[in-house]
């Protein structure tokens, strides 16, 4: 949708949209990363804030069973399975120790090219951590845009 309906719309409307950046948390922290598989080339910034990142299909089902639509879904999108193909991509991840994702995210962080874009630091899964941490995806997104 962000790439094949909101982009076209936003450029329809005589916004420039050749290179944006895309951010979320949670479940939506999960959605930029797959952006960025998906349109590597089209992100000057990928920020992902707590990423709902699950061990397996299972795991998800258990959690949102409505996440994915298959087993074969699941292999398709799975972010730590396919950890090699975020080299070179402008990522920003953070997350909080205590957040239930963190444990497979650790698992994502250790399979990627540069483990250093993942930053685990004191929080959980909630408001108070995301809005901890929005200043400084801002301004990472900001750089991003403006260089």
Do not use: K
């Not at 094949?4 to 948390?25: K, Q």
């Not at 992902?48 to 990142?53: L, M, R």
């Not at 402008?90 to 994702?101: C, E, K, Q, T």
């Not at 994502?108 to 899964?125: A, K, N």
């Amino acid at each position: 949708m962000l790439t094949g309906e909101f982009l076209p719309l936003l450029a329809s409307r005589g916004l420039r949209t050749e290179r944006v950046a895309v951010a979320g948390w949670s479940m939506g922290g999960y959605g930029a990363l797959l952006c960025a598989l998906i349109r590597p080339e089209l992100f000057r910034a990928v920020v992902a804030t707590s990423p709902a990142i699950f061990h397996s299909y299972a795991d998800a089902r258990a959690v949102n069973p409505g996440a994915y639509d298959s087993p074969g879904e699941w292999d398709r999108y799975d972010v730590v399975a396919r950890a090699r193909e975020f080299a070179g991509l402008p990522l920003r991840v953070a997350i909080g120790a205590d957040d239930p994702f963190t444990p497979a995210v650790r698992a994502w962080r250790d399979r990627l090219p540069d483990p250093g874009v993942v930053r685990i630091s004191t929080g959980c899964h909630d408001g108070r951590f995301w809005v901890s941490i929005a200043p400084e995806q801002v301004r990472a997104i900001s750089a991003a845009l403006a260089a």
